[in-house]
């Protein structure tokens, strides 16, 4: 009989035993599958479930290039870079997309996006009451003024020295807005491109130039015979405008969020700026 216990009693601890063991190695994958969903929280993906996207597992952004630095040359080049397409490619790897950009005209751009042409917009939009209402918009990535750009050695200073001049800008632009509503030139002439506006100055065309600082200062580095006569504080912010009500504008937020929590934001200011995102941008208002 006190055999009989015996083995009994060795039978009921190895079965003990084997299922400590059973339950460590449950432990063991429950703490495994923590570990991983936890590496998946941290890796910065966004969910974009309920984003509208014109095809699964793709970004189709529209922009329009030229417009260094924001856009270096053009998508149809193969030679396509710049602030906004390698801030967009950021933003897409958080969201899981593969981005493609196609160009289109500035003057349409907006409708283009809010009618599901395009997902996105990326194309140093400024952020206006009037656009806020055919998109919506991003949060803010880039703080922008405008500036006047003139011949070089030209008598034209300021803003104040355009009354009866012919002043040149992007269509649809800021720019235009500001030359039409806010200085004395005698005529305001619309060009498709930034670009085109500021070789109408070189050629003598028009008088003056209003376009984005940025832009301006790039052209006057690299064409020559142009200038900036003035800097336009203008208090404007750049955004990526989506198709109205489109939850992919809340991921967008989301990106651009861990991109500056990341150190990313500040590495392509520092690479195309030399300077660090301001406040405008990193604690928007």
């Known amino acids: 009989m006190q055999r009989k216990t015996r083995i009994w009693s060795l039978l009921v601890l190895a079965i003990?035993?084997?299922a400590a063991f059973a339950v460590a190695g449950c432990g063991s994958d429950d703490s495994t599958s923590g570990s991983s969903d936890s590496t998946e929280a941290s890796s910065g993906t966004i969910d974009i479930s309920n984003a509208k996207l014109i095809q699964e597992g793709q970004l189709l952004v529209g922009t329009d290039a030229p417009y260094p630095?924001?856009?270096?040359?053009?998508?149809?080049?193969?030679?396509?870079?710049?602030?906004?397409?390698?801030?967009?490619?950021a933003i897409a790897e958080k969201l899981g997309l593969e981005p493609t950009y196609q160009n289109s005209s500035f003057d349409t751009i907006f409708r283009d996006v809010a009618?599901?042409?395009?997902?996105?917009?990326?194309?140093?939009?400024?952020?206006?009451?009037?656009?806020?209402?055919?998109?919506?918009?991003?949060?803010?990535?880039?703080?922008?003024?405008?500036?006047l750009v003139v011949p070089e050695g030209s008598d034209i200073?300021?803003?104040?020295?355009?009354?009866?001049?012919?002043?040149?800008?992007?269509?649809?632009?800021?720019?235009?807005?500001?030359?039409?509503?806010?200085?004395d030139a005698g005529e305001v002439r619309g060009f498709?491109?930034?670009?085109?506006?500021?070789?109408?100055?070189?050629?003598?065309?028009?008088?003056?130039a209003i376009v984005d600082q940025p832009f301006a200062a790039d052209a006057v580095e690299k064409q020559g015979g142009i200038e900036i006569a003035e800097e336009i504080s203008t208090d404007?912010?750049?955004?990526?405008?989506?198709?109205?009500?489109?939850?992919?504008?809340?991921?967008?937020d989301e990106a651009i969020g861990q991109l500056i929590?990341?150190?990313?934001?500040?590495?392509?200011?520092?690479?195309?700026?030399?300077?660090?995102?301001p406040e405008s941008v990193t604690n928007p208002k």
């Open 16 to 18: 003990g035993l084997i």
């Open 69 to 89: 630095p924001f856009e270096i040359g053009t998508p149809e080049s193969g030679d396509f870079s710049g602030f906004d397409k390698d801030l967009m490619d």
């Open 115 to 147: 009618s599901g042409q395009f997902d996105v917009v990326a194309a140093a939009a400024t952020i206006t009451p009037d656009r806020e209402k055919v998109v919506d918009f991003s949060r803010p990535y880039y703080e922008a003024q405008q500036a």
């Open 157 to 183: 200073t300021s803003t104040a020295d355009l009354g009866g001049m012919i002043v040149g800008a992007q269509q649809g632009t800021t720019g235009q807005t500001l030359a039409e509503d806010e200085t």
């Open 192 to 208: 498709g491109k930034g670009a085109d506006a500021l070789a109408a100055v070189t050629t003598e065309q028009v008088d003056a």
């Open 236 to 252: 404007e912010v750049y955004g990526f405008p989506t198709a109205p009500g489109n939850p992919l504008n809340d991921a967008i």
């Open 261 to 277: 929590d990341d150190g990313t934001m500040n590495e392509l200011y520092q690479e195309y700026f030399s300077t660090d995102a």
